[in-house]
């Protein structure tokens, strides 16, 4: 074994700013993910790399929605218990069950527990069925070219299922990296080997190997190398060969054994050795070939927090995932702390409820005492530069035990349209990893949601009668004591959505009345729907005409999908989701779609977030692409003054 001298720290660099350098200096590396295609069925856990957009509908077909029968419900109509009707086998109805097709010329299911059987071809009903009552519709659960998960999306069971749904076999996802786990030291031993003096359980390799799939990489984890130079020199080699990552456990002090350093120094290179960290000070980022290498202290505890300072991002970063924050809470210190004005440091505590408030009570700090680890409920992090913290003293407290998961989410319910998937995946991009969850009420029920305090958003598009403005006047007269701002969102264009090559050459709303027209509407509540009912009422066109003005959409894109169904012939929406099925169009008009937001959560940095996704040049870009759309004043912010 060769002599070397005692190390000697380099540094004693503040954790964000080792951070910093290290992902500098790892940036071309970060930029040029491995992307790889595997079976959906297989990709539970994995990361999306790309936005994946459904290639069929589901159901994609009209569908019974329970057991009964079919019918033509023109047939049924005038029934009721005064006056019950009966209807011919395979002439007016026909048995289906829960999933048959629907097909021409039946467009109703009742179901078999609202049918009395007369005889084996023969039933009477005592209730008229509406049109298109008891069907799925094509498209109902998910339509053809929209987005089922965004990228850069961990993908769980029921996104599964919805892939295979929308006719998605395969997928791109980031490739797992290979984190090579050497655990080194004379003194360790493997579990279940005799124990003698001086010798250690070695267990942080297998922490190590359950974080490493925790955060979605593959782990690959060596026997423990001896404090030998060349036997650890001809280990590190190989690691630096086989895996993408690799992780020194042990051996990164300043002991005269301790030869990490030197070993990642002759082969590569030192950024930093030395964090101003405690516990975890004698830490190492290197790189070797353009591999990351990290050496971790042979401590339990130090050996933890260090990997989850540095390795854990980079594992995420890996697989296209930043690192969400952890929940915190408030709590008060039950006993004084002091602590180094040099270090930055991590205090384990235990967490009770003590009358109405919150009591933190620091657990072993050694950096050695592993079940510290176990027993906390959650970390207090005292800053570099401090002395510590006094009895009494309201703190914030990171949690590990029984959280709350913080919901980095914007919660939007109101007007459906297309940009707001590309919106929610431009936001899952950027930093601090925020969503955006849409639920489609139409403009009024999301200006409602807000009213009840169940959103931070609600987009709208409603024209006001009146005075032809867009949606302040609503927002003035739904919520009047409620300050909202407007965030100024896109112009739009509604119209009419038709077939390919408009076969029965519909012109305008005057042809909704036509006996051979089948027309589909969005629900009450929506601004396409009020739309609609204006323009109908400004041309004294009966609704009662209109052969499917009672059959109610909830989005454009389900629109659209009825349409290309051939299940109507013509329905109301935007030009968008016309194009994203391949059908035609009839303008009406441009309209504004905004988004309204109480002025509580304007300053919330999901909504700063939102707002510099809508100002974007790539969000620009997209909607040129996809057509439909005009930008003006987009991401401008009115406020909707009281009164």
């Given at each position: ?12 660099v503040a954790?964000e ?10 940036e ?6 491995p ?16 936005p ?9 077909h ?16 005038g029934?009721s218990?005064?006056?019950p ?8 109805f ?5 999933g048959?097709?629907i097909?021409?010329?039946?467009d109703?299911?009742i179901m ?12 009477e009903i005592?209730?008229a ?9 094509i ?5 053809a070219?929209?987005?089922?998960v ?5 993908l ?6 919805a ?20 655990p ?18 070695e ?12 955060y ?12 030998d ?17 690799i ?13 990490t350093?030197?070993?990642i ?19 190492i980022l ?5 591999k990351?290498?990290?050496g971790i ?5 130090s ?17 296209g ?5 952890r929940?915190?809470?408030e ?33 072993n ?6 079940m510290s ?9 005292i ?6 913290v ?11 035990k029984?959280?709350e998961?913080i919901?980095?989410t ?11 998937d590309?919106i929610g ?12 969850s849409?639920?489609h ?31 302040v006047p ?10 909202v ?14 077939p390919k ?15 051979d ?7 009450r ?12 009422k ?6 009662a ?10 989005t454009h ?7 290309a169904?051939g ?9 968008s989701?016309a ?8 303008p ?6 905004d ?22 040049q790539e ?9 439909g ?5 987009t991401g ?8």
């Open positions: 074994m060769r002599k070397r001298e005692r190390n000697l720290y380099l540094s004693n954790v700013e080792a951070l910093g350098i290290y992902f500098r200096q790892l071309g590396i970060l930029q040029n993910l992307v790889e295609k595997v079976q959906v069925i297989e990709a539970l856990g994995r990361v999306t790399a790309y994946v957009f459904a290639k069929l509908s589901s159901p994609n009209n569908a019974a929605a329970m057991d009964g029968i079919a019918v033509r419900a023109k047939v049924t109509f029934a218990e005064a006056n009707k009966r209807l011919k086998r395979n002439l007016d026909i048995y289906v069950d829960t048959d097709p097909k021409e010329p039946y109703a299911v078999i527990e609202d049918v009395v059987e007369i005889d084996e071809e023969t039933v005592i209730k069925a509406s049109p298109w009552q008891d069907i799925r519709p498209g109902e659960d998910i339509v070219h929209e987005m089922i965004p990228a850069r999306h961990t769980r069971p029921v996104d599964i299922g892939l295979l749904s929308g006719g998605i076999t395969e997928i791109e996802v980031y490739k797992k990296p290979r984190v090579g786990i050497m080194t030291g004379s003194e360790i031993i493997e579990p279940g080997e005799k124990m003698e003096e001086g010798k250690i359980i267990s942080n390799s297998r922490v190590f190997e359950g974080l490493v799939k925790e979605g990489g593959e782990p690959n984890r060596y026997s423990p190398v001896d404090d130079y060349d036997l650890l020199q001809e280990r590190l080699t190989a690691a630096v060969e086989e895996n993408d990552i992780i020194i456990n042990a051996g990164s002090s300043s002991g005269t054994e301790d030869y350093v030197k070993l120094r002759e082969m590569g290179e030192v950024l930093i050795h030395g964090i101003a960290v405690r516990p975890g000070k004698p830490a290197g790189i070797i070939k353009e990351p290498v990290i202290p042979g401590y339990p505890v050996a933890y927090f260090v990997f989850e300072t540095f390795a854990k991002p980079l594992i995420r970063k890996y697989v995932q930043e690192i969400p924050p929940p915190k809470i709590a008060v210190v039950s006993k004084r702390i002091v602590s180094s004005l040099k270090h930055k440091e991590y205090v384990r505590v235990k967490l009770g409820m003590v009358g109405n408030k919150l009591i933190a009570t620091p657990l700090r050694g950096a050695g005492a592993t680890l176990v027993r906390a409920d959650g970390v207090l992090i800053p570099q530069n401090s002395e510590g006094e009895a009494g003293e309201r703190v914030s407290v990171e949690l590990l029984d959280m998961e919901r980095n914007i919660v939007s319910i109101g007007s459906h349209d297309l940009i707001l590309i995946n431009l936001m899952h991009r950027q930093p601090g990893n925020y969503h955006l849409s639920a009420a139409g403009s009024l029920g999301g200006i409602m949601a807000l009213k009840r305090g169940e959103a931070h958003m609600a987009p709208v598009h409603l024209l006001d009668e009146m005075t032809g403005e867009y949606n609503f927002l003035r007269r739904y919520l009047p004591d409620m300050e701002a407007l965030i100024k969102g896109v112009k739009r264009i509604q119209g009419f959505i038709i090559g408009n076969p029965k050459n519909i012109k305008g709303f005057e042809d909704l009345v036509r006996e027209i089948q027309f589909v509407n969005r629900q509540g929506a601004g396409t729907r009020m739309l609609t009912d204006y323009e109908l400004r041309r004294g066109i009966d609704v005409r209109i052969w499917g003005y009672e059959r109610e959409m909830t894109m389900a629109v659209a999908a009825a349409v169904s299940s109507a012939d013509a329905g109301v929406g935007v030009l989701a194009k994203a099925l391949d059908l035609d169009f009839i009406i008009g441009d309209e504004d779609y988004f309204a937001v109480p002025m509580q959560y304007l300053k919330e940095e999901m909504i700063e977030i939102f707002i510099k996704v809508l100002q974007s969000f620009k870009e997209i909607l040129e692409e996809m057509g759309y005009k930008l003006e004043h401008e912010i009115a406020l909707v003054r009281r009164g």
